[in-house]
């Protein structure tokens, strides 16, 4: 059965207006109660309906904008499931928005919420609600639709499940094996794992089954090999397993896949063939077994956090987020810029002008622009101690030459380092000033050295520094979505931490339409 259009009233009954002038923060209920009927309009509660046919059977389906309102709500305030739905009975700022003011029942219930999420998910009507909100902004004077202004920056996003060390890492692998095999077969963990041969992962903490001196070199090796044994004796005990439903027999096969990625990335064998941890992160390491895309990050060169970074693309003229990625810490910020790409090409509209900060020049958006295009970006500072500094030396563009101050010309191409020869240079009445070298001055030029040239010059005009000033902008709208996220993922894996990401950029959405006149004048008054 498709889901009903949602009609909610327009107007506010006496009720509402009661509860309506007691909001005296949280502003964003009032507002949503305001524009509901025009944020889901009847085109678009049509495109939710393709995304969400609730199967459950025999119960009359929820209208989805309704669900998706409640969504929006959720992120807003930052709540579980299990407070959504307390709070549709419990919070009549909850009510106001969804039509339900009063009323002893959720208008729903979580596996409804649970579902529409799911269906989000799958056919990106997470990235409709963002376009929703855009298509809503009152466009300013001269502004135009089809280009775009951006600044795009990342803020660290804490993963929300355990980062453990390679002996627990196994160990919880292990156990989550035997725990869904002993789910299957109604046992408890203790007898699955004896028949395993695996006791020691049967308790609680791995490392006091173990009962060891963690600081003895030689009992933390034997610890790591009695692991690996026990990995070989639950994988082959598995195997035999014949009377396991097919659907935990792969969820444990998976566990154990996960436990020999472990063992691949943190060991190897000795010279006598016993095994040992690797020296050093392996690259891409593995940091946690419930939430395989979480990764070691660093935020500075000594700051260091675990789990993903959350990017934003906001429009620098409307003040929108038009597009939002994630990726797992270790990514280099570069890689988000397809699927960004890919958002913005959904909004039909074209990038005129992007500002970012130094690790998003790699990106295929910068490496693959138009010539109309702009990048804004702080240049690297081109400092050689008290030596000559790259500006020094002339860079002949149409002839592809470099020329040194002594007037010595040599070839270049972008992306390789030009050696100007040792026997020029020693003899060079520069050459104290050129470089403390006796094998003559070298100049490396970048991959992508005319941007830099270009970022440079920019730099050292007013109205380029202004522009860098424009930035700030992004920071900001960042530091906001901190505010409502938190600097804790809520959930596991990389797309549905993007799902929430998304809906926090409608919040920031909301929240700039709330400031911009509104366009029905109902509304108003409402
Ligand atoms: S030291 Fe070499 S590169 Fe530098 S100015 Fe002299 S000749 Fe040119």
Known sequence: MRPPVWNPPISLSASEQKVAQRIRKAKLFLFLRQIRHELFDLEFQQELAKVFKDSTVGLCPVPPAQIAL????????????????????????????LDCLDSEQAPFGKGTLVRFRAALIASEGDRMLIERTIEMAQMPQGYSFRTLRAALDSSPLWGAARVEDTYNLLGHALRKALEVIARDRKQNV???????????????SLKAALDLDWDDPQQKAQALTTILQTLNSVESWVKEQTDVGEKALTQAKQSIEDARIIEAQDTEEESNGSPKLRKGVAPNRRISIEDKDMRHGRKSRNQRFDGYKRHVLKDLDLGMVRAVGVTSA????????????????????????LQIDRAYLTSHLVK??????????????????????????????????????????????????????KHECNICPLHSQCTESKNGRSVSIHADEILLKELRERQNTAQGRAKLRERVSIEHCLAKIGQWQGEQA???????NLFDLRRMAVVHNLHVLAQMPLPNPMLATA
Not at 89 to 96: A, G
Request: overall charge negative; proline content about 4%.
């Open 70 to 97: 409640a969504i929006i709500l959720q992120a807003y305030t930052g709540v579980s499931d299990d407070e959504a739905i307390e709070a549709m009975v419990m919070d009549r700022r909850w009510q106001l928005v």
């Open 190 to 204: 203790s007898s699955i794992a004896t028949l395993a041969g695996a006791d020691i992962v049967a308790g609680s």
């Open 490 to 496: 809520r959930y596991i894996g990389l797309r549905k």
């Open 330 to 353: 270790n990514q280099p910020e570069a890689e988000v810029t397809q699927p960004i790409e890919t958002d913005l090409q959904h909004q039909k509209v074209e990038l005129k002008e």
């Open 368 to 421: 693959e622009r138009d010539s109309d295009l702009t990048i804004v970006c702080k240049s690297w500072r081109v400092r050689n101690g008290k030596l000559f500094d790259k500006t020094s030396f002339i860079l002949d563009w149409e002839n592809s030459k470099i020329l040194c101050p002594n007037g010595i010309s040599l070839p270049f191409m972008q992306g390789q380092v030009v050696h100007f020869p």
